[in-house]
């Protein structure tokens, strides 16, 4: 079990010490990688599979102090250099913030991962105004601020690799999901534009639709809607943060000679 000091400063925890020699045979060794909303569900899993490769890691948080801790403590045993940040990425000042302190803390991020995400479902004539926004400015305005907040360095050092979280959605629309639809559609526009735009210095900007992944995200789903779903699913289920967060360091890892690209990983249901 790892030890957790607190570093008083600008709200940052370090949690963990560098390990060199388990870290040299990984492919991402001392690369320094943000995900978005890593406390839980698929940032998690991304995180996890980051780690494993070797990577510096950035566990992020908005609510989920504890969840975060228990991730970084996870990698702190592994060997893992890692520390904990919070912010809320809903916010354009503290996407800054949040860059801004793990550049200080663990160095030029060279891997960011645009994966927090929020969804507040409601038919269009029922949706508010609030309900609009807040998906907006967390799904979508933050992958704008967190990307911006990274660009200049990873520009400067010739590598990077950011990796957008859309979603199926974003590609077929869905009832009750204008808000988080239009935000992840953007994402995917977002992804390709950027992607153009910085070829030329050596950063890869992709964007990964999953389809129905099982996170808290899907748990409220009534078990009738779920099962409508699974019907749709050519592959007959639905897909694991696993599976999802095997791309993204596959991206990272192999991924050289790809970018602007909308990885569908879905069991089938967009094609
Ligand atoms: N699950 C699916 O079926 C599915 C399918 C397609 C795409 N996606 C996308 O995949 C991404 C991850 O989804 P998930 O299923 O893993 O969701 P989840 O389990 O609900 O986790 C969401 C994560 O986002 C963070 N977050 C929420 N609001 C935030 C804010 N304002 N600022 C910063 N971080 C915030 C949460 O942090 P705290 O807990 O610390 O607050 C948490 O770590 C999202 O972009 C989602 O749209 C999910």
Redesign the pocket.
Known sequence: MGHESELSHEGERMISAPSPEKEKSKRLAGKVAVV????????RAIAKALAAEGAVMAVH????RD??DEVAKDFERAGNKVAVFQ????RPEECHRLLEQVARQLGKVEILVN?????RDRSIRKMSAAEWDEVVH??LNSVFHCTKAVLEPMIARGWGRIIN?A??IGQTGAFGQANYAAAKAGVIAFTKSVAQELARYGITVNAIC????D????SNMPAAAKEAVKSRIPLGRFGD?DEVARLVRFLCTEGDWITGAQLNINGGQFM
């Open positions: 978005t909303g890593s406390s839980r569900g698929i940032g948080y908005c609510r989920g969840s975060a912010a809320d990425c809903s994966n927090a995400g929020i969804n967390t799904n979280i979603s199926i999953p389809g129905f992944v996170t808290d995200m899907i943060a």
